[in-house]
Protein backbone atom coordinates (compact mmCIF):
# COMPACT_ATOMS: atom_id res chain seq x y z
CA UNK A 1 0.00 0.00 0.00
CA UNK A 2 1.13 3.58 -0.23
CA UNK A 3 3.23 4.79 2.38
CA UNK A 4 3.80 8.44 4.21
CA UNK A 5 3.97 11.10 1.49
CA UNK A 6 5.53 14.36 2.04
CA UNK A 7 4.70 17.62 0.12
CA UNK A 8 6.77 19.46 -1.65
CA UNK A 9 9.89 17.36 -1.75
CA UNK A 10 12.04 20.55 -2.09
CA UNK A 11 10.66 24.05 -1.08
CA UNK A 12 13.13 27.18 -1.27
CA UNK A 13 12.02 30.48 -0.05
CA UNK A 14 13.56 33.90 1.22
CA UNK A 15 14.21 34.95 4.84
CA UNK A 16 11.15 36.27 6.72
CA UNK A 17 8.75 34.32 4.22
CA UNK A 18 5.97 32.25 5.41
CA UNK A 19 5.83 28.09 4.09
CA UNK A 20 3.50 25.26 4.64
CA UNK A 21 5.01 21.75 4.68
CA UNK A 22 2.32 18.78 4.09
CA UNK A 23 2.33 15.32 5.17
CA UNK A 24 0.13 12.76 4.04
CA UNK A 25 0.38 9.31 6.78
CA UNK A 26 -0.43 6.22 6.09
CA UNK A 27 -4.74 5.18 6.43
CA UNK A 28 -5.57 4.06 9.46
CA UNK A 29 -2.73 5.74 11.42
CA UNK A 30 -3.43 7.43 14.73
CA UNK A 31 -0.06 8.67 15.69
CA UNK A 32 1.49 11.13 13.89
CA UNK A 33 5.00 12.82 14.38
CA UNK A 34 7.28 15.58 12.44
CA UNK A 35 11.20 15.67 12.85
CA UNK A 36 13.57 17.93 11.98
CA UNK A 37 16.75 16.81 10.50
CA UNK A 38 20.04 18.93 10.17
CA UNK A 39 23.30 18.07 7.80
CA UNK A 40 24.98 15.17 9.52
CA UNK A 41 22.52 14.84 12.40
CA UNK A 42 19.65 12.59 13.33
CA UNK A 43 16.39 13.46 12.86
CA UNK A 44 15.08 15.65 15.83
CA UNK A 45 11.78 15.40 17.44
CA UNK A 46 9.37 18.48 16.96
CA UNK A 47 5.68 17.60 17.82
CA UNK A 48 3.29 14.59 18.36
CA UNK A 49 -0.23 13.92 17.17
CA UNK A 50 -2.40 11.12 18.43
CA UNK A 51 -5.57 12.26 16.25
CA UNK A 52 -6.41 15.32 15.61
CA UNK A 53 -4.78 17.10 18.89
CA UNK A 54 -1.07 17.74 19.39
CA UNK A 55 -0.30 15.40 22.02
CA UNK A 56 3.30 16.46 22.92
CA UNK A 57 5.16 19.76 21.18
CA UNK A 58 7.35 20.00 23.30
CA UNK A 59 9.92 19.72 20.16
CA UNK A 60 8.91 22.72 18.84
CA UNK A 61 11.87 24.99 18.78
CA UNK A 62 9.74 28.21 19.24
CA UNK A 63 6.32 30.09 18.76
CA UNK A 64 7.54 30.12 14.89
CA UNK A 65 6.51 26.72 14.25
CA UNK A 66 3.08 25.49 14.46
CA UNK A 67 1.45 21.74 13.40
CA UNK A 68 -1.98 21.06 12.74
CA UNK A 69 -3.51 17.77 11.56
CA UNK A 70 -7.83 18.88 12.06
CA UNK A 71 -9.32 15.81 10.43
CA UNK A 72 -7.02 13.08 12.18
CA UNK A 73 -5.07 12.70 8.77
CA UNK A 74 -3.38 15.35 7.07
CA UNK A 75 -0.74 17.46 8.65
CA UNK A 76 0.63 20.76 7.85
CA UNK A 77 3.85 21.78 9.83
CA UNK A 78 3.53 26.13 9.36
CA UNK A 79 6.55 28.02 9.51
CA UNK A 80 6.61 31.81 10.30
CA UNK A 81 9.24 34.59 9.21
CA UNK A 82 11.60 31.73 8.26
CA UNK A 83 14.99 31.98 9.23
CA UNK A 84 18.51 30.52 7.64
CA UNK A 85 18.89 28.66 10.55
CA UNK A 86 15.44 26.55 9.72
CA UNK A 87 16.93 25.03 6.52
CA UNK A 88 16.87 21.40 7.31
CA UNK A 89 14.94 18.26 6.15
CA UNK A 90 11.32 17.92 7.63
CA UNK A 91 10.31 14.32 8.16
CA UNK A 92 7.11 12.98 8.62
CA UNK A 93 6.27 9.51 10.42
CA UNK A 94 3.49 7.63 11.12
CA UNK A 95 2.81 4.59 13.10
CA UNK A 96 -0.43 2.30 13.87
CA UNK A 97 -0.50 3.39 17.68
CA UNK A 98 0.72 5.40 20.26
CA UNK A 99 3.20 3.36 22.29
CA UNK A 100 6.54 2.90 22.26
CA UNK A 101 7.05 -0.37 20.40
CA UNK A 102 5.15 0.73 17.54
CA UNK A 103 7.17 0.60 14.15
CA UNK A 104 6.77 4.39 12.80
CA UNK A 105 6.75 4.57 9.22
CA UNK A 106 8.86 7.71 7.57
CA UNK A 107 8.43 9.87 4.72
CA UNK A 108 10.94 10.82 2.17
CA UNK A 109 10.75 14.55 4.24
CA UNK A 110 10.58 17.94 2.54
CA UNK A 111 14.29 19.88 1.91
CA UNK A 112 13.48 23.03 3.12
CA UNK A 113 16.06 25.65 2.22
CA UNK A 114 15.91 29.26 3.59
CA UNK A 115 17.98 31.92 1.59
CA UNK B 1 15.92 10.32 27.75
CA UNK B 2 18.34 7.11 28.10
CA UNK B 3 21.29 7.33 25.92
CA UNK B 4 23.15 5.52 23.75
CA UNK B 5 26.93 4.91 22.35
CA UNK B 6 27.63 4.24 18.58
CA UNK B 7 31.27 4.48 16.79
CA UNK B 8 30.66 6.96 14.14
CA UNK B 9 31.58 4.73 10.87
CA UNK B 10 32.13 0.61 10.15
CA UNK B 11 33.12 -0.81 6.80
CA UNK B 12 32.11 -4.34 5.64
CA UNK B 13 32.84 -6.55 2.58
CA UNK B 14 29.53 -7.32 0.31
CA UNK B 15 28.33 -10.54 1.54
CA UNK B 16 29.81 -10.92 5.01
CA UNK B 17 27.89 -10.62 8.44
CA UNK B 18 28.23 -7.14 10.11
CA UNK B 19 27.99 -7.05 13.85
CA UNK B 20 26.78 -2.67 14.59
CA UNK B 21 27.12 -2.44 18.74
CA UNK B 22 25.24 -0.09 20.81
CA UNK B 23 26.23 0.71 24.33
CA UNK B 24 23.38 1.88 26.83
CA UNK B 25 24.34 1.62 30.14
CA UNK B 26 21.67 3.60 31.70
CA UNK B 27 18.80 1.73 30.15
CA UNK B 28 15.67 1.03 32.20
CA UNK B 29 13.65 -1.77 32.55
CA UNK B 30 10.90 -0.38 30.90
CA UNK B 31 12.93 0.62 27.79
CA UNK B 32 12.56 -1.18 24.47
CA UNK B 33 15.77 -1.24 21.93
CA UNK B 34 14.59 0.38 18.46
CA UNK B 35 16.79 0.01 15.52
CA UNK B 36 16.38 2.48 12.62
CA UNK B 37 18.36 2.89 9.39
CA UNK B 38 18.32 5.65 6.74
CA UNK B 39 19.78 5.26 3.65
CA UNK B 40 21.29 8.11 1.35
CA UNK B 41 18.05 11.16 0.40
CA UNK B 42 15.48 8.92 2.33
CA UNK B 43 13.55 8.88 5.46
CA UNK B 44 14.94 6.67 7.99
CA UNK B 45 13.26 2.63 8.26
CA UNK B 46 12.55 0.72 10.84
CA UNK B 47 14.68 -2.45 11.06
CA UNK B 48 14.04 -4.36 14.63
CA UNK B 49 13.13 -3.74 17.80
CA UNK B 50 13.50 -5.85 21.52
CA UNK B 51 13.34 -5.86 25.37
CA UNK B 52 15.03 -8.22 26.68
CA UNK B 53 15.28 -11.01 24.27
CA UNK B 54 16.93 -11.77 21.38
CA UNK B 55 14.80 -10.71 17.95
CA UNK B 56 14.87 -12.57 14.78
CA UNK B 57 13.56 -10.64 11.49
CA UNK B 58 13.58 -10.89 7.83
CA UNK B 59 16.14 -7.76 7.70
CA UNK B 60 18.16 -8.26 10.48
CA UNK B 61 18.80 -10.03 14.32
CA UNK B 62 18.95 -8.41 17.82
CA UNK B 63 21.27 -9.54 20.49
CA UNK B 64 20.35 -7.49 23.48
CA UNK B 65 23.05 -8.62 26.34
CA UNK B 66 22.58 -10.44 29.76
CA UNK B 67 22.37 -7.15 32.10
CA UNK B 68 20.94 -5.25 28.58
CA UNK B 69 23.33 -2.61 28.80
CA UNK B 70 24.39 -3.25 25.64
CA UNK B 71 22.94 -4.81 21.85
CA UNK B 72 24.28 -5.39 18.76
CA UNK B 73 22.67 -5.15 15.06
CA UNK B 74 23.31 -8.57 13.28
CA UNK B 75 23.17 -8.43 9.08
CA UNK B 76 23.98 -11.99 8.45
CA UNK B 77 25.44 -11.00 4.93
CA UNK B 78 25.87 -7.19 4.27
CA UNK B 79 24.91 -6.13 0.75
CA UNK B 80 25.67 -3.03 -0.95
CA UNK B 81 21.56 -1.47 -0.54
CA UNK B 82 22.87 -2.10 3.25
CA UNK B 83 25.30 0.99 3.45
CA UNK B 84 23.35 3.31 5.56
CA UNK B 85 23.29 5.43 8.82
CA UNK B 86 22.39 2.66 11.28
CA UNK B 87 20.55 4.00 14.94
CA UNK B 88 20.07 2.84 18.21
CA UNK B 89 17.24 4.39 20.34
CA UNK B 90 15.96 3.59 23.32
CA UNK B 91 12.07 4.12 23.84
CA UNK B 92 10.56 4.10 27.32
CA UNK B 93 8.14 1.71 27.24
CA UNK B 94 5.28 4.41 28.58
CA UNK B 95 5.95 7.25 26.50
CA UNK B 96 4.05 8.12 23.51
CA UNK B 97 6.99 6.74 21.23
CA UNK B 98 8.72 9.71 19.69
CA UNK B 99 12.32 8.76 18.61
CA UNK B 100 15.43 10.52 20.40
CA UNK B 101 17.81 10.20 17.40
CA UNK B 102 21.67 10.28 17.99
CA UNK B 103 24.21 10.44 15.08
CA UNK B 104 24.26 6.44 14.20
CA UNK B 105 26.83 4.53 12.88
CA UNK B 106 27.49 4.70 9.28
CA UNK B 107 28.05 1.59 7.57
CA UNK B 108 30.29 1.23 3.92
CA UNK B 109 29.73 -2.13 2.52
CA UNK B 110 32.27 -2.20 0.01
CA UNK B 111 31.77 -5.14 -3.44
Known amino acids: GAGVSQTPSNKVTEKGKYVELRCDPISGHTALYWYRQSLGQGPEFLIYFQGTGAADDSGLPNDRFFAVRPEGSVSTLKIQRTERGDSAVYLC?????????????FGPGTRLTVL | DAKTTQPNSMESNEEEPVHLPCNHS???????IHWYRQLPSQGPEYVIHGLTSNVNNRMASLAIAEDRKSSTLILHRATLRDAAVYYC????????????FGKGTKLSVKP
Open chain 1, 93 to 105: ASSFGRTSYNEQF
Open chain 2, 26 to 32: TISGTDY
Open chain 2, 89 to 100: ILNYGGSQGNLI
